[in-house]
């Protein structure tokens, strides 16, 4: 395994990534600040995956086109800047503006970083490999939730987006200086018009919003049920509700493990199943134990299928694989933007977060069934 390219790929992983929850920590601090509301906090949020979302196909279409290592260099520097112009933001849309910003930058990241992975593995060693890539996304995006906080007390949140901008310009220089290139290979591109009607890549996408949608819906409010349903410390269901996310750094490169020895449809089904399982546990909400025990099948079960959705996106359209993979994650995104607000308006409606986990629950069995068109064949 090519090693270096792996260790870059994740480094480029890790670092974009802080910028999906960097603010998240942030929010007391920022609404002393700009004296916003909540619905105005979550806003952030969505302002980046919004733009994370429209820039997945341009992202990969450009990483295709021009190669991964020319597009991960000028978004990675995108990425920077964005967090120091948030650093300096004078109003609270000021930092919607530049958070939003941010997400053309962390779009870009993602598909060309899976183009790289791709364009620099093949064989057994993509799935893994794809899989650690997918780990390390993860583990940006939790790691902040943890180190933010630490920079508070002396920096300020200022210095917070100082600090993600730092990591961003590290890694960014380590990318120049390090990453191995891709050789350039000359593959038909086919038509793109050809690659949106593609049912499969379609099918991916579904799977991808009951895989990384649903794990990102779930650990919005995971934190709040446990506080709510059992009394529950902050501080402690925060720490506990963490870890539907962080399993992702084990369970995505294991996928890609176990893709070497099981059909991906067989994974992507069990893994849906557990999904379910793991929604439907969450609803009762009667027992401490059986809800932390959720969580963790949860976390392993959204990681699983990682490897397998982008690698054979890729292999549906060689010529433009980081174009159909960023398809693949917008449909996903969608589950966040829509899945977010819709469990919170539920959990209003009827007083109780049991509706909300049956749907999600109920929607990972309807994908679970539709897993079973997956086409394996090239």
């Known amino acids: 395994m090519n090693k270096r390219a792996l260790a870059a790929g994740c480094a480029v992983g890790f670092a974009f990534s802080a910028n999906y929850t960097n603010h998240a920590p942030m929010v007391p601090a920022l609404r002393g600040e700009f004296g916003f509301d909540n619905t105005s906090a979550g806003l952030l949020t969505t302002g980046i995956f919004l733009t994370h979302a ?13 190669g991964p290592v020319r597009v991960l ?8 800047a964005a967090n120091l112009a948030i650093a300096f933001a004078s109003s609270y849309w000021l930092l919607l503006f530049w958070k939003a910003f941010a997400g053309i930058g962390t779009g870009a990241c993602f598909t060309a970083g899976a183009r790289y992975i791709v364009s620099s593995f093949e064989g057994r060693a993509l799935h893994v490999a794809q899989g650690f890539f997918g780990g390390s996304v993860v583990l940006g995006s939790g790691f902040v939730l943890f180190a933010i906080p630490q920079l508070l007390g002396a920096f300020g949140w200022r210095g917070g987006f100082v600090g993600s901008a730092i990591v961003a310009s590290l890694v960014w220089l380590g990318w120049i200086l390090s990453a191995p290139p891709v050789a350039a290979k000359s593959i038909a591109t086919g038509s793109l018009i050809e690659m949106l009607r593609s049912r ?28 709510t349903a ?4 902050l501080r402690q269901a925060g720490l506990m509700g963490s870890a539907v996310l962080l399993l992702g750094i084990v369970s995505r490169p294991l996928g890609g493990w176990l893709l070497h020895r099981t059909r991906i449809r067989i994974l992507v089904q069990c893994a849906l199943l557990a999904n379910a ?16 025990a959720a969580i963790i099948v949860l976390g392993i079960g959204c990681g699983l299928p990682y490897a397998g959705l982008f690698n054979r996106a890729a292999a549906l359209f060689p010529g433009r694989a980081g174009a159909a993979m960023g398809l693949v994650n917008m449909v996903g995104i969608l589950m966040i933007l829509a899945g977010a607000p819709a469990v919170g308006y539920l959990a209003d409606w009827s007083g109780q977060f049991r509706s ?13 069934l539709a897993a079973t068109a997956i086409s394996e064949k090239q």
């Open 200 to 227: 499969q890549l379609w099918l991916l996408g579904l799977i991808q919003m009951a895989s990384f949608g649903l794990v990102i819906v779930v650990g919005t409010w995971i934190t709040t049920l446990l506080k």
């Open 356 to 368: 909300s986990f049956l749907a999600l629950g109920g929607f990972s069995i309807v994908a679970a």
């Open 73 to 80: 260099t000028l978004a990675l520097a995108w990425v920077a």
């Open 230 to 233: 059992f009394q529950m410390p």
């Open 277 to 292: 399982a793991a929604c439907c546990a969450l609803a009762w909400g009667q027992w401490l134990e059986l809800t932390l």
């Open 54 to 66: 429209l820039m997945q196909i341009p992202g990969g279409r450009l990483a295709d086109r021009f």
